[in-house]
T-cell receptor
Framework: KQEVTQIPAALSVPEGENLVLNCSFT??????LQWFRQDPGKGLTSLLL?????REQTSGRLNASLDKSSGRSTLYIAASQPGDSATYLC??????????FGPGTRLSVLP | DTEVTQTPKHLVMGMTNKKSLKCEQH?????MYWYKQKAKKPPELMFV???????INESVPSRFSPECPNSSLLNLHLHALQPEDSALYLC????????????FGDGTRLSIL
C-alpha cells in the first residue's frame, strides 16, 4: 500500500527566504507526482506535475524535483512572500489510477 | 475561478435528510473524482469515474452513492449521514491521456446536525 509523508509538518519563515518542502513515498511504481497548494477552507490549486520520466519541473519561483528510485520529491520556493502562506500537499498517482496524498506542510511566511 | 464547479458551496443537513452534491467540468476530462477532507487532514479518495467506469474506495459507507449522468457531471447522493461525515467534499477531474494534472473544485462544506 502506497504511503506518502511530508516533512516538515509546519514551517514558519521570514519573508524573502528560500525554502524546501519534502515529500516521500514508499512505492516507486508511480505515474506522476503533483504538488498542490490549499488555502484554508478552499479547494486545491495545482502547482506542478512531474511525470515519472522527468527529474524536475519549474514554474516561476517554484521548482519541484523527483527522484523516483529513492521515493522522494522536493518543492523549492524561492524568495518567499506572505502570499505563499498556505498548506502544500504532494500527491502520487499509482498505476491503479488512484491518487494518494501526503499530510501536507503548513507554511507561514511572515512579513 | 476554478474550471471544476461544485454546488452548493455550503450545506447543512439533518441525519434523516437526502441531499446531493454536484460537480461539473467542461474541459472534456474523462476521469472525475470525489474526495472527503477533514480539517487539517489530506483529501481521502472516495470514488473515481474513469471512462464511465466506477471505482470505489471500499471503506466508504453506502450512505454515499455517486452518479455520473454524463462525462461532464458527477453527483454525490447523501442519505442518512452521521455527524462524523461533516467535512469538505472535493471534486476533481483529469484528462487521462497524456498524463495530465488533476483539477479541483472549491469544494462543498458539509455539516451534519
Amino acid at each position: 500500500k502506497q504511503e506518502v509523508t511530508q516533512i516538515p509538518a509546519a514551517l514558519s519563515v521570514p519573508e524573502g527566504e528560500n525554502l524546501v518542502l519534502n515529500c516521500s513515498f514508499t512505492d516507486s511504481a508511480i505515474y506522476n507526482l503533483q504538488w498542490f497548494r490549499q488555502d484554508p477552507g478552499k479547494g486545491l490549486t495545482s502547482l506542478l506535475l512531474i511525470q515519472s520520466s522527468q527529474r524536475e519541473q519549474t514554474s516561476g519561483r517554484l521548482n519541484a524535483s523527483l527522484d523516483k528510485s529513492s521515493g522522494r520529491s522536493t518543492l523549492y520556493i524561492a524568495a518567499s512572500q506572505p502570499g505563499d502562506s498556505a498548506t502544500y500537499l504532494c500527491a502520487v498517482l499509482n498505476y491503479g489510477q488512484n491518487f494518494v496524498f501526503g499530510p501536507g506542510t503548513r507554511l507561514s511566511v511572515l512579513p | 475561478d476554478t474550471e471544476v464547479t461544485q454546488t452548493p458551496k455550503h450545506l447543512v443537513m439533518g441525519m434523516t435528510n437526502k441531499k446531493s452534491l454536484k460537480c461539473e467540468q467542461h474541459m472534456g476530462h474523462r476521469a472525475m473524482y470525489w474526495y472527503k477532507q477533514k480539517a487539517k487532514k489530506p483529501p481521502e479518495l472516495m470514488f473515481v469515474y474513469s471512462y464511465e467506469k466506477l471505482s470505489i474506495n471500499e471503506s466508504v459507507p453506502s450512505r454515499f452513492s455517486p452518479e455520473c449522468p454524463n462525462s461532464s457531471l458527477l453527483n454525490l447522493h447523501l442519505h442518512a449521514l452521521q455527524p462524523e461525515d461533516s467535512a469538505l467534499y472535493l471534486c476533481a477531474s483529469r484528462q487521462v491521456e497524456g498524463d495530465q494534472p488533476q483539477h479541483f473544485g472549491d469544494g462543498t462544506r458539509l455539516s451534519i446536525l
